[in-house]
């Protein structure tokens, strides 16, 4: 079976729906960096920080419960690489690491940071 992931991003970074930016796309379809050797990989959503100062959580608990009612599971969560460049270059206001420890207690799932180093 695939492992199901969601993915964070940073509003102020990319488009709407990441098109300006088709890395994460790429790096799952081509199985490289955060998911290299993780096999079949499918993302099961995206979704946003929720501008600054990134209240992520009520985003993916309410993604959670949309897929909860289509029976669809997550194994993983990451937050993007734009999140990971703007916490390292924009001072990015998010507590990355209260949110991550909520997000794995609330949904028990692990989180990562870093979708591709491209
Ligand atoms: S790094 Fe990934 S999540 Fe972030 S803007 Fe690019 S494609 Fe979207
Ligand atoms: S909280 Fe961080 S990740 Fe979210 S929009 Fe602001 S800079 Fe980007």
């Given at each position: 079976m695939a492992t199901r992931i969601g993915i964070i991003y940073c509003e102020r970074i990319q488009d709407a729906s990441c098109v300006g930016c088709a890395k994460c796309y790429?790096?799952?379809n081509e199985n490289t960096f955060a998911f290299e050797d993780?096999?079949?990989v499918r993302v099961?959503?995206?979704?946003?920080?929720?501008?600054?100062?990134?209240?992520?959580?009520?985003r993916v608990d309410l993604q959670m419960t949309v897929l909860d009612?289509?029976?669809v599971g997550v194994d993983l969560l990451y937050f993007g690489t734009c999140v990971q460049k703007?916490?390292?270059l924009m001072n990015c206001p998010m507590n990355v690491e209260g949110v991550t420890t909520v997000l794995e207690e609330k949904f028990g799932v692990p989180v990562?940071?870093?979708t591709h180093d491209y």
């Open positions: 790429k790096s799952v993780q096999g079949d099961v959503f995206k979704c946003g920080c929720g501008d600054c100062p990134g209240l992520v959580i009520p009612s289509l029976n703007a916490t390292k990562h940071m870093g």
